[in-house]
C-alpha cells in the first residue's frame, strides 16, 4: 500500500494553480489517479470541468502528456492513442511501456460519451477509463445527467412546487462496464484515497480495458461546504449511497463495507441539492429504498461470483 | 516501374491505402465508401499491410481515434461518406485546429433528407470551412494517385485531406488505372513528419487546450494565415509529385481555354462529361472551354480568376446547393472570387445531380446554348438554374 507522504512528494504530476473550486473533488481525483499511474503515463480527457481548469491556454496543470478533442469522445480518442502506441510499438518506434488513461465527468461518460465509452471498452483497448462522478454537468452549470441522484435539484430539473428534483433513480453504469466483460471494474470514493491508488495500479496491470467510477464531490454543484468534500465522501460509503468496490474478471469483492451504517439523511442534508427533501420524507425513503437494494444485490453478487 | 490494372474509385483508394500503409485506420462502414475499409481489412487480415485497423462503433468515433493516433504521431486514413462525413463534422474542426495530418477518403453522396445513397457534394461542402484540404477525383486514377498526394500533403504543410470521388460514378466504376510499385510510394512519402507527439512521455505537452480571449484569436489567425499562405506550398508539392511520380496535375486544370469565350467550370466526374461535350462543341466551331477545380480547399482564387479573364460567359456546375437562395457552392465561391477583378464574365449556376442524377451531353449542351443567351441578355434574369429536374 502506498504511503501518502510518498505519494504526495514524488507523484507530483498534476500541479497545483489550478482553476478548480475550493474542495473540488475532481482535481483530488486527477492528483491521486497521476500520482497512482507515474510518469510514463499519457492522458485524455473529455470536455467538462477538469480539463478546463487544468488547461487554460497558455498554462497547463500537466507535467506529462494531456490531450483534449472533444466532450462526448474521450474513450474513443484514447483508444486511438492506445493504438497509436501499440502500432508504433510494432514498427519499433516506441520502446517504452506507457499507460494510457481516458477520464470524463459523469456527463462525458454516462450520457453523451456512453457509445464511445462502450465501443472502446468492446474493443478491448488497453486503457482505463475514470470517471469523475459529481451527478450533474457541471461545468454548464449544475444540469441533471443520468448520473444525477434520485431527488436532486438540479437547474434542469430544479425542485419546484410540482416536481421535487430529479425523479429518475441514476443509471448503473458501473454495472453496464461490467457487463462489458473486461476485465477490471471498480468504484472508488476519495475517502479511501489508499483504496483508488491501488485500484488504478491494479487496473494498469491488466491486459485489457478497466474502468474506474469515482464519486466526485461538488460544492457548488451540491451546495456542500468546501471543506466537507472529504467527509461527504466516506458519509456516501457508509450511508451506502456509493458503494466502494471491484470486479475483477467477473468476481465482486465490496472493498468496504461500512462497520457503522449511517443514515441516509447525513449525507444528504449536508448539502443544499437535496434541501427540499426535508419537507417530503417519502422521497427520502425511495431513494433509501433503492439504495438498500442495490447494496444488498452487491452483497449476493460478491457471493455468487466468489462461490 | 508503373503496372496498369482495372479497378474502381474504391479499389484504386484502397491501393493507395495499402501502399501507404498508415499505421492506424479507424472506420465505420457506409455506403458507397464502405468497400475501401472492407478491402483493407482484408490487407490487415492477410498480413499485407502493418496497420492497426480499428472498427468504431460510429464516424465520430472513426474520426476521434484518428485524431489521437495522429497525435501520438501515427500515419493515420480513415473513409466515410455522406451521413458518416456529417457525424464526423464536430472533429473535423478539431483536426484542423489541431493541425493533424490525417488523409480521409471520401466518397460523395447526398445528405438526407430525403435519404438517397448516390452522388452528388453535399457531404463534402457542408465540411468545407473544417481547415481541411479537399481534392476532387475526376476518375479512379484520380483518386489512386490523389490518396497518395494527400498524404504527402498533409505530412508537409500539418493540415488534414480529403480526397474525394463521386459515388457510384467513380467509387463503383471500373477503369484503367497505373498503379505504382510498393516501394515508390514508399520512397515518396518518407518517414511521418508530425507537427508534435503526444507519446513523447519525456518531453510532455499538452494537446488541445482551452484558449480564450486572450489568445485563441491569434492561434485561430494563424490557422487562416497558413492556410492562405500553405497554395504555394502546394503548388510545389504538386509540382514535385508530377515530376516524381510522372503525372501532370494542377491546382485547376484547363481544357481548351485559351481561346475559349464560354467555359464550364466543375468539380470531379462530371468534369468528364463536359470535356467530351467541349470537344462535340468544338468541332461544331463553338469557342468554349472547361476549367476543372481540383482543389477545392483552399480555393485557388487567383487561378480561377485568372483563368477566367478572357471568358464572356461561364457556366458553374453545382452538385450541392447552400439553401441560402443563392445556388451552390462553387458558384458562390467563383463568384466572390471575381468581384475584385477587372474582367468578369457574366456568371450562372447550374444546379445539376442531386442525390446521383445522371446528367447527360444534351443536358450540357441545353447549358451551353443558356449561358450564351445569358451573355447575350447581359446577365439579365435568374442567375441560378436547377437543370434535368421534371416538370
Ligand atoms: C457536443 C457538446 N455538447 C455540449 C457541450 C457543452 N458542455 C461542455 S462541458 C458540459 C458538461 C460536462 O459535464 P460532465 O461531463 O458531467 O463534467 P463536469 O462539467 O461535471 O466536469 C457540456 C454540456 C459540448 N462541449 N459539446
Not at chain 2, 356 to 384: A, L, W
Request: glycine share 8%.
Amino acid at each position: 500500500m502506498a504511503n501518502i507522504k510518498e505519494l504526495a512528494s514524488k507523484g507530483n504530476f498534476f500541479s497545483p494553480g489550478h482553476r478548480a473550486c475550493a474542495g473540488c473533488g475532481g482535481t483530488i481525483i486527477l492528483r491521486l489517479l497521476s500520482a497512482a499511474a507515474g510518469e510514463n503515463t499519457v492522458f485524455v480527457g473529455a470536455t467538462g470541468c477538469m480539463e478546463v481548469v487544468s488547461t487554460i491556454y497558455p498554462y497547463t496543470s500537466w507535467k506529462v502528456p494531456f490531450m483534449h478533442n472533444a466532450f462526448e469522445n474521450s474513450a474513443a480518442t484514447a483508444s486511438g492513442v492506445e493504438s497509436a502506441y501499440r502500432a508504433l510499438k510494432k514498427r519499433g518506434k516506441i520502446n517504452k511501456d506507457i499507460n494510457i488513461i481516458a477520464f470524463g465527468g459523469d456527463g462525458g461518460t454516462y450520457d453523451i460519451g456512453l457509445q464511445s465509452l462502450s465501443g472502446a471498452m468492446e474493443r478491448g483497448h488497453k486503457l482505463l477509463y475514470v470517471c469523475y462522478d459529481n451527478g450533474a454537468y457541471m461545468n454548464t452549470g449544475i444540469q441533471r445527467s443520468s448520473a444525477t441522484p434520485f431527488g436532486a435539484s438540479t437547474t434542469t430539473s430544479p425542485a419546484g412546487k410540482e416536481i421535487k428534483g430529479k425523479m429518475q433513480h441514476r443509471k448503473d453504469l458501473t454495472e453496464i462496464m461490467i457487463a462489458h466483460n473486461i476485465p477490471y471494474v471498480a468504484q472508488a470514493s476519495i475517502f479511501y484515497w489508499n483504496d483508488f491508488v491501488e485500484k488504478v495500479k491494479k487496473a494498469l496491470n491488466v491486459d485489457g480495458p478497466s474502468f474506474i467510477d469515482v464519486l466526485s464531490p461538488c460544492p457548488l454543484g451540491w451546495g456542500s461546504e468546501p471543506s466537507a468534500s472529504v467527509e461527504l465522501s466516506e458519509l456516501a460509503v457508509s450511508t451506502h449511497f456509493w458503494n466502494v468496490f471491484e470486479c475483477e474478471n467477473g468476481k465482486y469483492k465490496i472493498n468496504v463495507k461500512p462497520k457503522k451504517e449511517k443514515p441516509l439523511e447525513e449525507f444528504l442534508f449536508k448539502q443544499q441539492r437535496f434541501k427540499h427533501l426535508k419537507n417530503n420524507p417519502e422521497l427520502v425513503e425511495e431513494l433509501r429504498r433503492y439504495l438498500n437494494e442495490k447494496y444488498q444485490n452487491l452483497l449476493k453478487k460478491e457471493e455468487c461470483s466468489n462461490r | 516501374m508503373t503496372k496498369i490494372v482495372a479497378k474502381t474509385g474504391n479499389e484504386a483508394m484502397a491501393e493507395a491505402m495499402r501502399q501507404i500503409n498508415p499505421d492506424v485506420v479507424a472506420a465505420y462502414p457506409i455506403t458507397p465508401a464502405t468497400e475501401i475499409v472492407q478491402i483493407f481489412s482484408s490487407f490487415v487480415s492477410n498480413g499485407e499491410v502493418d496497420t492497426l485497423f480499428v472498427p468504431t462503433e460510429s464516424e465520430h468515433s472513426a474520426i476521434s481515434a484518428c485524431v489521437g493516433a495522429a497525435a501520438a504521431g501515427a500515419r493515420v486514413m480513415t473513409g466515410t461518406s455522406s451521413q458518416g462525413l456529417a457525424l464526423m463534422h464536430e472533429v473535423l474542426f478539431i483536426a484542423g485546429g489541431l493541425r493533424l495530418p490525417i488523409v480521409i477518403c471520401e466518397v460523395n453522396r447526398a445528405l438526407s433528407s430525403p435519404i438517397n445513397i448516390h452522388c452528388d457534394h453535399s457531404d463534402t461542402m457542408a465540411s468545407r470551412d473544417a481547415g481541411w484540404i479537399q481534392i476532387f477525383s475526376e476518375d479512379p486514377q484520380e483518386a489512386y494517385d490523389q490518396t497518395i498526394l494527400a498524404m504527402k500533403l498533409s505530412e508537409q504543410l500539418f493540415v488534414p485531406s480529403m480526397v474525394t470521388t463521386d459515388g457510384f460514378i467513380i467509387s463503383h466504376a471500373m477503369q484503367r488505372v497505373e498503379i505504382f510499385d510498393d516501394n515508390e510510394v514508399q520512397e515518396y512519402l518518407g518517414e511521418p513528419k508530425r507537427p508534435y507527439n503526444l507519446l513523447d512521455v519525456d518531453n510532455p505537452i499538452t494537446v488541445g487546450p482551452l484558449a480564450l480571449q486572450d489568445y485563441f484569436m491569434e492561434i485561430k489567425v494563424q490557422q487562416a494565415n497558413f492556410i492562405k499562405e500553405s497554395r504555394s506550398k502546394i503548388k510545389e508539392i504538386l509540382n514535385d509529385f508530377n515530376k516524381k511520380m510522372k503525372r501532370d496535375y494542377s491546382v485547376v486544370e484547363k481544357y481548351m481555354m485559351d481561346d475559349a469565350e464560354f467555359c464550364f467550370v466543375a468539380l470531379g466526374s462530371t468534369a468528364g462529361t463536359l470535356r467530351y461535350t467541349v470537344d462535340r462543341l468544338r468541332k461544331e466551331g463553338e469557342k468554349v472551354g472547361l476549367l476543372k477545380v481540383r482543389f477545392y480547399r483552399p480555393f485557388f482564387e487567383e487561378d480561377i480568376v485568372e483563368s477566367l479573364k478572357n471568358i464572356k460567359g461561364c457556366a458553374i456546375f453545382d452538385r450541392s446547393d447552400m439553401f441560402a437562395g443563392t445556388g451552390g457552392h462553387l458558384f458562390n465561391d467563383v463568384k466572390s472570387a471575381l468581384y475584385n477583378s477587372s474582367s468578369r464574365p457574366f456568371l450562372k449556376d447550374y444546379v445539376y445531380g442531386l442525390g446521383g442524377r445522371d446528367i447527360d451531353v444534351e443536358d450540357i449542351e441545353s447549358v451551353y446554348r443558356d449561358i450564351k443567351e445569358f451573355t447575350e441578355n447581359n446577365g439579365k434574369g435568374e442567375t441560378v438554374k436547377y437543370i434535368t429536374v421534371r416538370e
